[in-house]
């Protein structure tokens, strides 16, 4: 056995590597990914859930081609599933997230086998669902909790993905974004958006439960220069209505003319590859004494793909090719580091420096800037070189007025971006209130240092927004004022526009009088500016506890630079619970005429709703930032390379040896306390292990009664249910419980301080005692991070152990004195902890093992829902195939109804198939997967019933199966699934028409 690492973190480092040496494209792993197959099914029979999970990782890094999309969505669907099927406890949303974060990591560190081995460690460790591991790897990848019901707000109004300027594709962007906890998204292109991209990106975000808008940025004329506006195409509800909508003739002309305005952008962008060629990458080399290579421009855009090529993938891909002769650069000055005197060193240091520091914006500011005006992060703000297409050359309400023709909805966005409040009030107002939002703040202008309006633009929201005219005429006079002083450089034509809105200020503020003038909040993240941060912003307010008093901690000191706050509110709906049985609704109805305690007749759901942004100080917002910083610099350095391992942390010592320190470290105490104060030699030298005993019987107890106890199915072994790492962390605490409650409070504190002792008093001793062990209780659950509701029925079941406590002494006295054995008293009091902690365990084990039996009946619902839902939904499609016969009959012929699907080219009867042995391990293996299935069956109707029954006989098939299952149905590895099946087929079959006939 080795002291750090256990045998699975190797075997699962193994399957990674295993995995990134094929293609997963074609991989013989592909069945892994099938959109139907549950991951508490038939597939546990054939691969790990850690194969399974970084499988579906690997595709969805390791891919960004169109071909792709399809891949990438399975491999979505499939890793949602993987995840929250495997979690355990009270944290399953925050667990499933951290999962994916370390697999992703581990993925892509694959060459460090120290830090894979760490990372696979983290993985199982994270898998266990323990309350406090997860929080610490929550911390570690500076991720805030999230809270469980999933009701937060968590938003971000601008990123980019792989498809216009960013580095992710839809896919690994919405996962990207679930991780971080983002429910709600707007994704922004330029000039146009395609089909494919779009149907991949929602089809994503369903997958992912987050809402999804879609924005395309426009660049149109505006006096001399270009301003920004966003047409967000919103009020869709679902991908399919979405894709109708761009496909319909008037907007394929549109985007049409937008598709233009990015191939003439993109001849900007080849014209700056020639100049650099030409011009720029001399002035490299005479900086930093390197050779710097041409840019090819097939491979320019070869790098780009799919996206929209700008100035900030050429930033980004003369940064890519300069890297290996940075390296080959700070190779050769280390030789000469050595050998330099005091000022050759000083030199070598400032260069190795300004290498360091070089990064995408610098080269954009230093060699893109120069030949051709855009921003510093890569946007194009200039057309002085050549004609700009017809769409560029458009005003502002020209452009608001197409938009018009096309939609009804009011979804433009004005982007301040390189305007002054002079113009932005002008735009506004020549637009007729058309312009709805306005990107109020931007992440990356505050990173980047050219967010200098956002006070302006939020005061001027405010005036027209609140109908103040005074106001709004301070802010007109004021922008007047700025022009004015600037002399002849001012511009008239914004200048006279601002007199006449000053002039017609009632018309103006009337624009906005029905319809507010947003704000829009974003990162800008595109994944590839190092300085930006990166997605997401959260409301503080709408976070569990723990996770608000941390970030308001680090708001009130000013951490983060957004100078507004969100107004929420939080929306309570109450469902008056109500069941099949007649006696619960009447007493559900009893219950809720009851004061104080009416609550617990209603189904209770909540949920976060935000109403409006307004402006504070920093350090009173309550937007958080989620995104952190990239580190900055690419840390070359001229120190020798040191070859020094570092140490180890306990947390990566193997399992087994860890829970058995664990062990001994709370029988430690234990044993010291019953041998030192104990003169009955039973007790003290057997007095710890009876105590462990105990406790070891509980949690046993528990496992099982919550696995199913003695009527789980007969293939599900009582072992499979019992967690050794719960048990370890349970003795350890139960250990050092024992000198509390037997020397500190029995003996010390009752019988010592107060005289009370068996004799005495009873009944005040076993409940000192039940409370100092239930407080004590309370105590570490709490330390564990275990959720307050669990802590508080620890405490409380203490107490109720009491009375338990009291009659077990009253019947060992009892059975004593008919043994005739003398001082019953006194050897009571002597046993009196040990009588206390059994009848507080004997408690725990039946509440905690119903916590456990709630727990597993919950998660085998989430199987059978998924499930039965594709089964119904198969069965409708059978209907619209066959609508001339009955679907339920052929189902019950099911050799024909094989091979007549097959003869169609469907791969319907593949999926009932897959459905019916899913099923059929849930029933056989999964805990409390009976319960769960009767629990459905009751809510099905008759018709329903016959259909699930019908779907289950596909079966009875067993050559057409067991030829499927040999020919991959399931991957190549089906010698378990088709044993199963053929063991247990007909056996099942039986099972499940006695239960749809009793139902």
């Known amino acids: ?190 000039n146009h958006v395609g089909v494919v991209e779009s149907r991949e990106l929602y089809e994503a975000a369903r997958i992912m439960d987050i809402e999804v808008k879609v924005g395309i940025e426009y660049q149109i004329r505006w006096q001399n220069r270009t301003a920004a506006l966003i047409w967000t195409l919103d009020g869709f509800d679902n991908g399919r209505d979405f894709e109708r909508f761009i496909q319909s003739k008037v907007v394929v002309k549109f985007l049409s003319e937008g598709l233009e305005v990015s191939r003439w952008l993109q001849k900007q962008v080849v014209r700056c590859v020639n100049n650099f060629n030409k011009q720029q990458r001399v002035v490299i080399e005479e900086d930093f004494g390197v050779t710097c290579p041409e840019i090819c421009e097939a491979e320019f855009l070869a790098f780009v793909g799919t996206g929209q090529p700008s100035f900030l993938h050429l930033g980004r891909y003369i940064l890519e090719m300069l890297m290996p002769v940075f390296k080959e650069r700070v190779s050769g000055l280390k030789a000469r580091y050595e050998l330099a005197d005091e000022g050759g060193r000083t030199d070598i240091k400032a260069l190795v420096e300004s290498i360091n520091k070089f990064d995408i914006e610098t080269v954009i500011g230093r060699f893109i800037c120069s030949d051709v005006a855009c921003s510093i992060d890569g946007r194009f703000i200039g057309c002085e070189t050549s004609d700009p297409p017809e769409l560029m050359n458009l005003s502002p309400e020209q452009f608001v007025a197409r938009i018009r023709t096309i939609a009804s909805q009011k979804r433009i966005t004005l982007v301040p971006d390189g305007l002054t409040i002079a113009d932005i009030i002008c735009i506004l107002y020549k637009c007729g209130g058309m312009v709805r939002y306005i990107e109020e703040l931007n992440l990356k202008r505050f990173s980047l240092g050219t967010a200098k309006i956002a006070e302006d633009v939020h005061a001027l929201r405010q005036a027209l927004n609140d109908r103040n005219l005074l106001e709004l005429k301070n802010i007109i006079s004021r922008a007047i004022r700025g022009l004015e002083n600037m002399g002849a450089v001012a511009d008239q034509e914004v200048l006279e526009c601002l007199h006449n809105v000053l002039s017609h200020m009632g018309t103006f503020s009337a624009m906005y009088g029905g319809t507010r003038l947003q704000a829009r909040i974003g990162s800008g993240s595109s994944g590839i500016i190092a300085s930006a941060r990166g997605m997401g912003l959260v409301v503080a307010d709408t976070l569990p506890d723990n996770a608000a008093k941390k970030v308001f901690t680090s708001l009130e000191k000013g951490e983060c630079p957004i100078p507004a706050k969100a107004e929420v509110c939080l929306d309570v709906v109450l469902t008056p619970k109500s069941s099949d049985s007649r006696l619960y609704n009447r007493s559900m109805r009893f219950l809720r005429t009851l004061p104080l305690i009416n609550r617990f007749g209603y189904e209770k759901s909540e949920d976060w709703r935000l109403t409006r942004f307004t402006a504070c100080s920093r350090n009173k917002t309550n937007i958080a930032m989620l995104g952190g910083l990239s580190d900055v610099g690419h840390k070359f350095t001229l120190d020798s390379e040191s070859g ?132 004590y209780i309370f105590s570490h659950n709490m330390f564990r991070g275990l959720p307050r509701s669990a802590a508080f029925w620890n405490l409380l079941r203490s107490i109720i152990s009491v009375p338990l406590a009291v009659v077990l002494s009253d019947g060992i006295g009892l059975v004593m004195g008919i043994a005739g054995v003398v001082a019953v008293d006194m050897v009571l009091q002597t046993w009196a902890a040990v009588i206390s902690k059994l009848a507080s365990d004997m408690v725990a084990g039946i509440i905690e093992g119903m916590a456990d039996r709630h727990d597993n009946i919950r998660m085998r619902l989430w199987d059978y829902q998924r499930t039965i839902k594709s089964v119904f939904d198969c069965y409708t499609q059978l209907e619209m195939m066959f609508p001339e016969r009955n679907g339920r009959d052929m189902l019950y012929e099911p050799v024909e109804f ?102």
């Not at 009867?909 to 319960?931: C, G, S, Y």
């Not at 378990?976 to 099942?988: C, I, N, T, V, W």
């Open 898 to 999: 094989i091979s007549e699907m097959k003869s169609t080219g469907s791969d319907l009867e593949k999926i009932f198939i897959i459905n019916a042995l899913d099923l059929m391990r849930f029933w056989m293996f999964q805990p409390r997967a009976r319960t769960a299935l009767r629990v459905r069956l009751k809510k099905m109707t008759n018709e329903e019933k016959s259909i699930f029954l019908a779907s289950q006989n596909v079966l009875l098939a067993d050559k057409e199966i067991s030829r499927l299952l040999v020919d991959g149905l399931i991957g190549k590895n089906f010698g378990r699934p088709l044993a199963f099946y053929l063991d247990h087929g007909k056996s099942y079959l039986e099972a499940m028409k006695k239960e749809v006939s009793t139902a």
């Open 644 to 775: 020094s391992k570092k140490s180890r942390s306990f947390r990566y010592m193997n399992s087994s040896l860890k829970n058995g320190l664990k062990i001994l470290c709370g029988f430690i105490p234990a044993f010291l306390t019953f041998a030192l104060t104990k003169e009955w030699w039973l007790l003290r030298y057997f007095g710890a292990f009876i105590w462990f005993g105990i406790t070891g019987w509980r949690n046993i107890t528990q496992a099982v009664l919550g696995g199913g106890g003695f009527i789980r199915s007969p293939l599900s072994r009582w072992n499979d249910h019992v967690s050794w790492s719960r048990i370890s962390d349970s003795l350890l605490f139960t250990g050092f419980s024992v000198p509390l409650l037997d020397y500190f409070v029995k003996s010390l504190l009752l019988d010592q301080g107060f005289g009370v002792n068996t004799h005495t008093n009873p009944v005040l001793l076993y409940a000192v005692m039940g409370l100092a062990n239930g407080l």
């Open 1 to 190: 056995m080795k002291m750090f690492f256990d045998n699975q973190d190797y075997k699962l480092l193994g399957i990674v590597r295993d995995i990134l040496n094929r293609d997963v494209a074609v991989g013989e792993d592909r069945y892994l990914l099938a959109p139907h197959l549950s991951p508490h099914g038939i597939r546990e029979l054939v691969g790990s859930r850690g194969l399974r999970i970084a499988y579906s990782v690997a595709h969805l890094l390791s891919s960004l081609e169109t071909e792709g999309v399809s891949r990438r969505l399975s491999a979505l669907r499939s890793l949602r599933d993987e995840v929250l099927a495997m979690p355990k406890g009270a944290l399953r949303m925050n667990t499933a997230r951290v999962l994916i974060q370390i697999m992703k990591k581990l993925v892509r560190s694959v060459d460090d086998e120290d830090l894979c081995l760490e990372l696979a460690h983290n993985f199982h460790e994270a898998a266990t669902g323990k309350p406090r591991i997860v929080r610490e790897f929550l911390d570690s990848y500076y991720l805030l909790e999230m809270p469980e019901e999933w009701n937060h707000i968590a938003f971000d109004h601008r990123v980019h993905d792989a498809n216009s300027k960013g580095r992710k594709s839809p896919t690994h962007l919405i996962m990207d974004a679930w991780i971080k906890g983002i429910r709600s998204l707007t994704v922004v292109y330029y």
